[in-house]
């Protein structure tokens, strides 16, 4: 058997650089780069070993990143744009190094989308014990700080031996390129164990295809699916991200076309029709449009398509309201699938509304014309006069009278709209945006809305625009950051100027945490504490803005920045970004935190718990209305 010596590190390297996706007859590279920190628990393992990669066609890519979390989320934000065919992996050091990936590994599992993170661990061999930045746990001499990633991890292992890696690797590649299992994979790597040699069998380094299984359901599920569509009048379908990972748009498009279905949208699912389609109602949910959310009220039948039923979603279980409403679920894992006590179809989202469309377009057993299956034609009616409703909402929240005044966030929005074409990419995660941007814009490609929801993370948009922009580097990407969110993790802004990402950043500064005040106030809370102020004569946060200068800290980090004040100042701003070849940072500031103007309610519900005891008024009423709420709920079974 033909060997090759290499060192744990350097074996990793060249087989991963070996392995390869296909769907649907394109290849892709499995692992397309490597980000990394370096420290004493992976520098001489897998920093060395990339070294010895060079820079050929064979290489492996490195990326140096500033924070470990950030560097996960800018591999999501590849891997996202990259329809899960492509991943990044990441390396970091042990202790601190490791343990900050944590936060980016449950973002990565909770939105089903694959990282491979390669942190490094404490010796094996324990020549000596503890060592710097060792975690001693005195009931378990085999725990490091690593096995915090267990829980956020789709698969795990500790490669304590060399040829421990052989099956480690391969059970890690599986479970990446597969659908239905994707998101974060950890190897934990023992410092000493990287850095020791092996002869490892050359067929260990052999090409690797991993086929992107694209399943269509059972036929037995689509004949009951096809009689549920048929025999239901107020039909709702939700498309959800794994609409967009499927590449199931097309799909859809006809399926809505077939029936006349109207389509509403998850966070994750936004964009799986443009908005000027005549059957896409909008967002639904929580953050989602009235047209939307009455159409759910009334559905007697709710078909979900790559959705989780999130909470945001159904509106803590408070949205379908019909006594009759039952649920059809197109779902590439059965654990899903089987939500909402639904009708399955279990299988590739394109795959099954394929295979949907041929049953609903079946002719019947004598030749004659197709059965019925398309909505009735007052039902059609309904939802465009709906959708149309909403769009002058959207158009009035977008207007801008006076290029003078300062922005409001919808307004920042509208501006937008007028500059961007199919081609932008939107960025977003966390704070009152989400809300903004599911309700109200007008989406023009599949791929155009990146929000993510499914963690909704905070520092999340700057590190993942990088990542989408590795992954369409012709493309006008954005990252839109409130003033929280920015704070919370500015490092890769470095990293852009390093490799001339011309991503283009927008600072919404309302100086405090906006989204989480007007639910604080909701609640009962009094908006304590969201506010970035001096301390006021009471001790509270009411006093004076901070004097925050993040334009300032934005140049500083080396990006190019422009400073907008009004409307006027906003367009010409906008517009000068999205020329620029250079990472361009646009900051202005909106409404204050405590007075921000939103767009028009979707009325739909989301349950967090009140107080169910107080002596503040604002909690009292607060815990009388959520009783109202909650009185509303059900399970659907």
Known sequence: MSTRRLTTAQALLAFLTRQYTEHRGTRHRLIAATWGIFGHGNVAGLGQALLETGHGAGAMPFLQGRNEQAMVHAAVGHARQCRRLSAHAVTTSIGPGATNLVTGAALATVNRLPV?????????????????????????????????????????????????????????????????????????????????????????????????????????????????????????LVAGGGVRHSGAGPALRRLAELTGIPVASTQAGKGSLPYDHPADVGGIGHTGTAAANRLARTADLVIGVGTRWSDFTTASRTLFQNPEVRFLNLNITGFDAHKMSGLTLIGDAAAGLDRLCRELAARTADGGQPPAHRVEEAYEDEYRRAKEDWERAVTAAYAAPDDKAVPTQAQVLGVLDTLVTGDDILINAAGSLPGDLHRLWRT???????????????????????????????????????????????????????????????????????????????????????????????GTYRGEPLPVDLAANAASLGMRTLRARTLGDLREALEEARRSSVPTCVYAETETADTVSGPPAGDAWWDVPVAETATRPSAVRAREQYDRHVAARRHHL
């Open 116 to 236: 491979l993170l390669l942190p490094g661990d404490t010796f094996a061999a324990r020549p000596a014990d503890p060592v710097l930045q060792q975690l001693e746990v005195p009931h378990g001499g085999d725990i490091s700080v690593n096995d915090c990633l267990r829980p956020v991890s789709k698969y795990f292992d500790r490669i304590t031996r060399p040829e421990a890696l052989v099956p480690a690797a391969l059970a890690a590649m599986r479970v990446l390129a597969d659908p239905a299992e994707t998101g974060a994979v950890t190897l934990a790597l023992p410092q000493d164990v990287q850095a020791q040699a092996h002869d490892w069998p050359e067929e260990f380094f052999a090409e690797r295809v991993w086929r992107v299984r694209t399943p269509e359901p059972d036929g037995r599920d689509l004949d009951d699916a096809a009689r549920a569509v048929r025999a239901a009048r107020r039909p709702l």
């Open 444 to 538: 023009r490609s599949e791929d155009q809305y990146h929000v993510e929801y499914g963690y909704s993370c905070m520092g999340y948009e700057i590190p993942a625009a990088l990542g989408v922009q590795l992954a369409a580097p012709d493309r006008p990407v954005w990252a839109l950051v409130g003033d929280g969110t920015y704070l919370m993790n500015p490092t890769e802004i470095v990293t852009a100027v390093q490799e001339r990402l011309p991503i283009k950043v927008v600072i919404l500064d309302n100086h405090g945490y906006a989204s989480i005040g007007g639910l604080s106030e909701a609640v009962g809370g009094e908006r304590f504490g969201t506010a970035y102020r001096f301390r006021a004569g009471d």
